[in-house]
């Protein structure tokens, strides 16, 4: 009885690092709001501390969907351009990079994303990922055995731009951290075949312009060159090794074979 009169609630705890749970816990309709945070196991408790002080100074720091998570380490461009010169790479620095990001992921290569602050939390969401074509059926058998080494049948969340998601899956709050395991929409599930769970479900991830300015430009220049605006979105890592922080590890990676570009 007391949770029917609560209109909004946020799930803290490991628990709700699991998108079928929190999808179903919405489903359910009991809360009119349910909000799934970008790392509600032990490691947010950071941000609680830093928040409750915040809150305090009254500072409007949140977007309508949640907390930017690119809370992480960045790097300047000098030394980023000084660990390459280091493994005696050549290298440019093109015009338009998100065009070319998003021309490589057509031609079904998987790309590796290294840009300004890292992602806070336990899920990349485009400043430290792996990039891929969602509707290549390969895309997901060549990240499981090549980079991630796990199951097979395990898919990959679909990165959607926000004028575009209510087209493909029906929620009154989209996540913004991949924290979800929303439905779509019948007509579209064979079109993405790489980011769709059995269950026709998928973990997508909400991709706010403003939050996210560098990866929506990748997903719109993706979305004129196919007309799918989303692309697959992995962490940046392999087997085994946490999601990378520096330059140095996403050189490592590219050098290992482990990302075509």
Known sequence: KYFKKTDNIVFSGGL??????????????????????????DSGLSLGGIFSQRIK????????YGLSPLLGPSFTESEITSI??????RFSIPSKLEKDIASEIEKKKIVGVFNGRAEFGQRSLGSRS??????????????????????W?????????????????????????????????????????SAVHVNNTCRAQFVDRKVFPFFW??????????SIPIVLN????????????????AV????EGNIDI
Do not use: W
């Open 16 to 41: 709700f690092l699991n998108v079928k749970i929190n999808a179903d816990i919405e489903k359910e309709g009991i809360f009119k709001n349910c909000f799934f945070p970008m790392s509600p196991s």
């Open 57 to 64: 100074l009254n500072k409007k720091f949140f977007s309508k």
């Open 84 to 89: 390459i010169k280091k493994f005696k790479m």
């Open 130 to 151: 792996i990039l891929a074509d969602p509707r290549n059926k390969m895309s997901k058998n060549i990240l499981n055995q090549k980079i991630k080494r796990r199951d």
């Open 153 to 193: 049948f395990m898919p990959f969340a679909p990165a959607v731009i926000d004028n575009k998601f209510k087209k493909y899956f029906k929620t009154k709050i989209p996540s913004m951290y991949m924290q979800k395991a929303e439905d779509l929409n019948k007509k579209f599930r064979k079109l993405i075949p």
């Open 217 to 226: 430009r990748i997903l719109k220049e993706f979305y004129k060159k196919t």
């Open 234 to 249: 992995t962490s940046f890592n392999r087997h085994g090794i946490s999601t990378i922080c520096t330059p140095r590890q």
């Open 252 to 255: 490592e990676h590219l050098l």
